[in-house]
């Protein structure tokens, strides 16, 4: 049974790897790890990406996104539209070199009290300042996109954007997972790998993005990490009418900054230990033994392993950008070998080819891929640029 989340279908391509590496071994079964998602991090606690890079129209403000509770099919837009009011989604930020969080950017939701209207958002930056926003309204019973609703604080210039989307995550599960089952019945199929589909073409997700200046987030250096995190209070109050009367303080349910590190490499009964850990715990070697393990599982070599060590624990699972890199894209038909590349592993940008990128590095630097190489539907060219949520009838049939 394949994962709703996007981060965690990482693990269907890592296990292809361990197929191609070891098939010809008869005598060893190909086993994948389990797919389900820690008991802490379900619904709208449960992050599907997290994005970080320079906006390509404008390097002097950087992008940072969060997409949650995806696999929305469009009929459902409108009951599943709305954001949850006990949740702070926060964006960590690393700016000094290290691995412990400097600075945080908190976005909570009013209530939602009607399906025709947006609810409320607060957005808490540092330093101590704060604005507010609306969210994009999802309509299921529109006959064309809903045009975004982006908010710009007049004092920070930071732009704001929350609503449903189209997923940007691409990648062919089915493909994969027929591979995979080729390989341990004995005879490996490798014409499952070219239907190269995208499993989340015509799917929907959460977004909340927003476009801050540098200026607010850089530290003494130039590289800014950011750390995607989802927090509940400990203890809720309600009364009778379902209103919050009391909250106890905040506790983390789940993170993401690189993708198919907590998903391939944190075996199934340290996820929530994992998810509720802080990036310091990653550099103080928590999980090291973990990560190395199953990485050697995967036939990845010391030196690959190093560098995604350096990605992902010696200074906490982190998407790092450098700023010093003028980005002028959002990685569409890029990928890591392309010249001048400045995607992932450097921050994520929306297009880029993820799950290639990390199948180089997994496959010590050999190319291996999805044939998956873009997304569904075209990005948008202006902020927040994912493209707008599909509408009943307009997705694709896989």
Same mark, same amino acid.
């Given at each position: 049974?394949f994962?709703? %989340?996007?981060?965690?279908l990482? *693990? ?15 005598s ?6 389990d ?19 320079l906006?390509?129209n404008d390097n002097?403000?950087?992008v940072?996104a ?10 459902e837009?409108?009951?599943r539209g709305?954001?949850?009011e006990d949740v702070t989604?926060?964006?960590e ?9 400097d600075l ?7 209530? @939602?009290t ?9 957005i ?7 604005f ?6 999802a ?5 064309g996109?809903?045009?975004f ?7 920070t210039k ?5 609503g449903?989307?189209?997923?940007p995550?691409?990648f ?8 995979a089952?080729?390989?341990r ?12 589909r ?5 799917y929907n ?10 200026s607010?987030?850089k530290?003494? $250096?130039?590289?800014? &990490?950011v750390?995607?995190?989802t927090?509940?209070?400990?203890k809720?109050?309600?009364d009778?009418? $379902? @209103? ?5 303080g905040?506790i983390?349910?789940?993170?993401m ?11 199934y009964?340290? %996820? ?5 850990a ?12 973990d990560?190395?393990?199953?990485? %050697?599982?995967?036939?990845t ?6 560098? *995604?060590?350096?990605?992902?624990v010696? %200074? ?10 003028k980005?002028?894209?959002l990685?569409?038909?890029e990928n ?14 929306? &297009? ?7 199948l180089f590095?997994?496959?010590n630097?050999?190319?291996l891929?999805d044939?998956v190489?873009?997304n569904?539907?075209? *990005?948008?060219?202006t902020?927040?640029?994912?493209a ?9 049939q896989?």
């Amino acid at each position: 049974m394949f994962r709703t %989340k996007s981060k965690q279908l990482f *693990l269907v391509a890592l296990t292809l790897l361990l197929a191609v590496t070891s098939f010809m071994v008869p005598s060893q079964r190909i086993n994948a790890a389990d797919h389900n998602e820690a008991t802490l991090a379900e619904g709208p606690v449960d992050i599907g990406d997290t994005y970080a890079f320079l906006d390509p129209n404008d390097n002097s403000k950087m992008v940072l996104a969060l997409s949650i509770e995806g696999f929305i099919v469009p009929s459902e837009l409108g009951n599943r539209g709305f954001f949850a009011e006990d949740v702070t989604y926060r964006f960590e930020v690393e700016n000094t070199g290290d691995a412990k969080a400097d600075l945080n950017i908190d976005v909570t939701f009013s209530k @939602q009290t009607s399906r025709s209207e947006p609810q409320t958002a607060t957005i808490k930056l540092p330093g101590g300042k704060s604005f507010t926003a609306k969210t994009t309204v999802a309509n299921e019973r529109a006959t064309g996109p809903v045009p975004f609703t982006v908010t710009t604080d007049p004092t920070t210039k930071v732009d704001f954007f929350a609503g449903m989307c189209d997923d940007p995550f691409y990648f062919d599960i089915i493909g994969f997972n027929r591979f995979a089952a080729s390989v341990r019945a004995g005879s490996p199929d490798a014409n499952a790998l070219k239907r190269g589909r995208d499993s989340f073409a015509g799917y929907n997700i959460h977004m909340i993005a927003l476009d801050v200046p540098v200026s607010l987030l850089k530290g003494a $250096g130039n590289v800014i &990490g950011v750390n995607g995190v989802t927090l509940v209070p400990k203890k809720i109050v309600r009364d009778s009418t $379902g @209103q919050v009367k009391a909250k106890g303080g905040l506790i983390q349910v789940d993170r993401m900054a690189t993708p198919a590190i907590n998903t391939v490499t944190i075996p199934y009964s340290r %996820k929530n230990e994992y998810n509720l850990a802080a990036t310091t715990d990653d550099a103080a070697g928590k999980f090291a033994n973990d990560i190395i393990a199953s990485l %050697k599982a995967l036939g990845t070599n010391d030196a690959n392993i190093n560098i *995604l060590a350096g990605v992902a624990v010696l %200074k906490g699972d982190i998407l790092r950008v450098d700023i010093t890199k003028k980005n002028t894209s959002l990685g569409e038909g890029e990928n890591v070998t392309t010249p001048n590349y400045t995607g992932f592993p450097n921050g994520r940008r929306f &297009g880029d080819d993820s799950v290639d990128t990390v199948l180089f590095f997994v496959a010590n630097q050999n190319k291996l891929t999805d044939n998956v190489n873009k997304n569904d539907v075209p *990005l948008q060219k202006t902020f927040p640029f994912v493209a707008p949520a599909h509408q009943d009838g307009s997705q694709t049939q896989n």
